[in-house]
């Protein structure tokens, strides 16, 4: 285990050369396992974070470990002019897995948003021509932060200061069927939601608003996209979260667990979907590239294998009765929702302190919307630790209470 790091030293450089986007916490991790990050003082925290929904086999996965060792002993990058072997390998997996029919693969999850925007948009001007442009996103979303992306992102803070910002998105409310009839039309090529609103604040779809969506996609024959970028990739407890309500979306995008920690995205589409993109229409110099492709292929199938979705449906259902039991002797706490491993627990008032507290407790906890505490663990996190951490929890809002 590495330890001989300067942490003041890491800090201080990093204020001068890296440009000031992230409020950071004063930590340096050096090394981990398992649940467990290690910082530069030899401190063990248990992760309830998994680099916001990334690392979801945990920190010490020997599968993916070697498919990435081996594969960096080979060839990391090749190009896309040329067929590259673990990518296509990992496009049957997914495809054979899922709804789709073919993949498209990228860097990141904002670029595999990019991309799909983009395709749900060639297919509307194919067939319908250039007025079926518009791109219905939900309030609450969160797509990421390029040009397009954020504009399909419910956050007027971060669009702002960026215009001229591309036209054709439109928000409606999340979950409101009736809303959502009234602003899709002919002129819809895409519309776009994340079956568990992460960032926004851990909130379900019900059945119910996705089935209006896939029948008002079907009306007017445009994609309904599902952004599984935080909610796919087991963390539901469903390899795609779309599985459980058992409605199909013609695209659905990917990135974050996908290859475990190492930066990858990906379109899935079917049908038409699956052909519009033609040699010309889209592409990328890094994605799907060897090393990452390899490693997301040893993920997909550790994910797979035999059981263990079932182990973090249990662990869900374990974890959400503890996160009720406190809550019903906890005033502090308004209400507990969210699916697999991607539960939520809204506050009274405001969470960055509890996050800070626990912190110090030995705990990586995580907040958003302000009040809204957000629990994405490895899914391979032991039931000990959910015990630790609910205790830790509990612990400190009867401190704060009184
Ligand atoms: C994180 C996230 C994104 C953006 O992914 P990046 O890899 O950060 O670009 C998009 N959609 C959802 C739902 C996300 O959680």
């Known amino acids: 285990m590495k330890t001989a790091i300067d942490k003041q030293s890491v800090i201080k450089t990093a204020d001068q050369y890296l440009m000031n986007t992230y409020s950071r916490q004063p930590i340096v991790f ?6 467990t990050l290690i910082d530069s ?11 916001i929904a990334v690392t979801n086999l945990g920190y010490s996965n ?14 990391v990058h090749t190009s896309n002019l040329f067929h590259i072997e673990p990518q296509v390998a990992l496009a049957k997996l997914l495809c054979d897995n899922s709804f ?11 670029e595999a948003n990019e991309g799909a925007i983009k395709l749900a948009r060639k297919r509307a001007y194919l067939t319908h021509g250039s007025e079926k442009n518009e ?20 956050n007027a803070h971060y669009r702002e200061g960026y215009g001229p910002h591309p036209s054709g998105f439109v928000f409606t409310p999340f979950n409101d069927s009736e809303a959502l009839k009234q602003v899709v039309g002919q002129q819809t090529a895409a519309i776009i939601l994340e079956p568990i609103q992460g960032e926004g604040g851990v909130y379900p779809a019900t059945q119910e608003f996705l089935q209006t969506a896939r029948q008002l996609a079907d009306q007017y024959d445009c994609a309904l996209i599902f952004d599984e970028i935080q909610c796919g990739m ?14 199909e979306p013609d695209i659905i995008t990917l990135a974050k667990a996908l290859a475990n920690g190492l930066p990858i995205g990906a379109i899935l589409a079917k049908g038409d979907y699956a052909t519009t993109f033609q040699p010309g229409s ?20 550790e994910l797979l294998k035999e059981g263990f979705l079932d182990t973090v449906k249990e662990k869900s259902h374990y974890m959400k009765k503890q996160l009720l039991n406190l809550q019903a002797n906890q005033p502090l706490i308004k209400e507990v929702r969210g699916k697999g491993l991607l ?54 809002l009867g401190e704060l209470e009184v």
Do not use: W
């Not at 003082?41 to 680099?51: I, N, Q, R």
């Open 30 to 35: 050096v090394d981990g396992f398992e649940s």
């Open 41 to 51: 003082e030899g401190k063990h925290y248990t992760d309830f974070l998994a680099g």
């Open 62 to 75: 020997e599968k993916v470990k070697s498919a990435m060792l081996q594969q960096a002993n080979t060839l």
């Open 100 to 110: 789709a029919d073919k993949a498209f693969f990228s860097n990141s999850g904002a």
């Open 135 to 154: 791109i219905v996103a939900m309030k609450g979303s969160f797509h990421g932060r390029t040009l397009a992306t954020m504009n399909m992102t419910d």
């Open 234 to 247: 087991g963390r539901s407890g469903y390899m795609f979260a779309y599985e459980e309500l058992a409605i």
């Open 282 to 301: 889209h592409g990328t110099t890094f994605g799907g590239n060897p090393l990452a492709t390899a490693a997301g292929k040893a993920t997909v199938e």
């Open 343 to 396: 539960l939520g627990l809204e506050l009274n008032s405001a969470g960055a302190t509890i996050v800070q507290e626990m912190l110090a407790k030995g705990f990586i906890i995580n907040c958003t919307q302000g009040t809204i505490l957000r629990f994405i663990p490895p899914l391979t996190i032991s039931y000990e630790e959910i015990d630790a951490m609910v205790t830790a929890l509990t612990d400190l």
